[in-house]
């Protein structure tokens, strides 16, 4: 395992610490750790991450195990401000699908994609490979619907990435698919990075259109994505999303009042 990024903050949302790194800078952590053969799991947070790490013990531990957990999403961002502790910027699994190999294929890295729907990840490697031909990919494999209960098809994933040997595997199954399945690979792979990416692969191919930058910016993304999936996202957005972002917002003010108290919310975290 790699020690956590500099600068050595973290800051703490909902319950989950993030850690207050620039994308520069996870990528370059991540990429000094696979010169040295050292894996290990970046891990994007977003709300809707941490409502359900909210709910579920088993993924509040998997997420904070992380060795480095970056906020993506605005709500965080805005979150971390009201808190005292901003963080540098958001850090989104859709830009790292593009920045993270480009930066591999500088340092001769491989990646492996992981996930999405049938033959969406094949696509999605053709399409990096496009703007950075340099790029070494070393496999692809999307697993069918419900292969996580299937050891069948699990093992079919180790079997490929153990033949496969990338330095990097984008994980694109949903939360908390895919967060349980990089705990279950991480042992039996130590020399990999493992990023959590969510929809990512369906953005590069097109399938699924990424909101304008101004959106993005804004915090509107979730809007964008309502309108072009209202029957999958209308429950995550408008029923479950809007409680957690008031509980978020509200446990930053609390957390800011704390700061004010001599308490602070920063933390020095665990050497690794």
Known sequence: MTAHPSPETEVELMGVRVDAVTEEQAIEEVLE?????????????????????????????????ADIRVADGMPLIWASHIAGTPLPERVAGSSLVWTLPEAAARDGASVFLLG???????????????????????????????FEHSPR??????????????DIVFVALGSPKEQRLIARLQPLFPQIWFVNCGISFSFVTGEVQRSPGTLQRVGLE???????EPRRLARRYLV???????????????????????????RQPPRR
């Open 33 to 65: 750790a696979s010169a040295s053969r050292a894996g290990g799991f970046l891990c994007t947070v977003n709300l809707d991450i941490l409502r359900q790490c909210r709910q579920d013990r088993e993924l509040h531990d998997l997420v904070s195990s």
């Open 153 to 166: 098809q699990t093992e079919l994933i180790e079997e490929r990435l153990r033949r496969a040997r990338p």
């Open 240 to 266: 479950d999303g809007p409680p957690a972002f008031a509980t978020l917002v509200t446990s930053a003010a609390r957390t800011r009042l704390a700061r004010r108290a001599g308490r602070g919310s920063v």
């Open 222 to 228: 979730w809007l964008w994505r309502l309108i072009q």
């Open 116 to 146: 999405g729907n049938e033959g969406v990840a094949e696509e999605a490697a053709h399409t990096i490979v496009e703007r950075h031909p340099r790029l070494r990919v070393a496999g692809t494999h999307c697993p069918p619907l419900g």
